[in-house]
T-cell receptor
Framework: DTGVSQNPRHKITKRGQNVTFRCDPISEHNRLYWYRQTLGQGPEFLTY????????KSRLLSDRFSAERPKGSFSTLEIQRTEQGDSAMYLC??????????????FGPGTRLTVT | TQLLEQSPQFLSIQEGENLTVYCNSSSVFSSLQWYRQEPGEGPVLLVT???GGEVKKLKRLTFQFGDARKDSSLHITAAQPGDTGLYLC???????????WGLGTSLAVNP
């Protein structure tokens, strides 16, 4: 399977714990995006990388959130001192310069985080 | 702030009926993408429209981009229960090409 993969698919943690999610993009894609989605809402942009450079972070992203893409391939999203409000689906997408028109984004299956 | 307004938010119809979902904005987008999302899964790209006035067809789904590239519509002909799902539109904007999302249309097609 050459699509975007995310691990774990589900994570249940207690408030105050740290969690880390991993995203493996489509191999030839140089752009990687993280989004958060809550029930009944569209995805909300968190941050994005071009190769290993993190080029933009949402103002909504608190300092408890950090993302890395050390070698320009896979990426990790860490949430420190989790809060119940962090419960959501965390989506990763990748894109490149392939295809017609714009940089189409292809999504992974998401990581469902539940903070108890 | 760029916003995409998507309507209707919920739609429940009978099998065989036609429907249209709208996506509107006051902003111009370089492209607009339509996704479908199943519960517990990530969005799956259906189509990208780039040129103002462009029309694309995917079997019984017809996508149109407005002439001014500010709005788009998705029309489904003879809906089937398998069309049930959340349909999301997303506009691409800015140099980083991040997606601005609508809230989605939850479609239920009843047999």
């Amino acid at each position: 399977d050459t699509g975007v993969s995310q691990n774990p698919r589900h994570k249940i943690t207690k408030r105050g714990q740290n969690v880390t999610f991993r995203c493996d993009p489509i191999s030839e894609h140089n752009r990687l995006y993280w989004y958060r989605q809550t029930l009944g809402q569209g995805p909300e942009f968190l941050t994005y990388f071009q190769n290993e450079a993190q080029l933009e972070k949402s103002r909504l992203l608190s300092d408890r959130f950090s993302a890395e893409r050390p070698k320009g391939s896979f990426s990790t999203l860490e949430i420190q001192r989790t809060e119940q409000g962090d419960s959501a689906m965390y989506l990763c997408a990748s894109s490149g310069s392939l295809g017609t028109g714009g940089y189409e984004q292809y999504f992974g299956p998401g990581t469902r985080l539940t903070v108890t | 702030t760029q916003l995409l307004e998507q309507s209707p938010q919920f739609l429940s119809i009978q099998e065989g009926e036609n429907l249209t979902v709208y996506c509107n904005s006051s902003s111009v987008f370089s492209s607009l993408q339509w996704y479908r999302q199943e519960p517990g899964e990530g969005p799956v790209l259906l189509v990208t429209v780039v040129t103002g006035g462009e029309v694309k067809k995917l079997k019984r789904l017809t996508f149109q981009f407005g002439d001014a590239r500010k709005d788009s519509s998705l029309h489904i002909t003879a809906a089937q229960p398998g069309d049930t799902g959340l349909y999301l539109c997303a506009g691409e904007a800015g140099n980083n090409r991040k997606l601005i999302w609508g809230l989605g249309t939850s479609l239920a097609v009843n047999p």
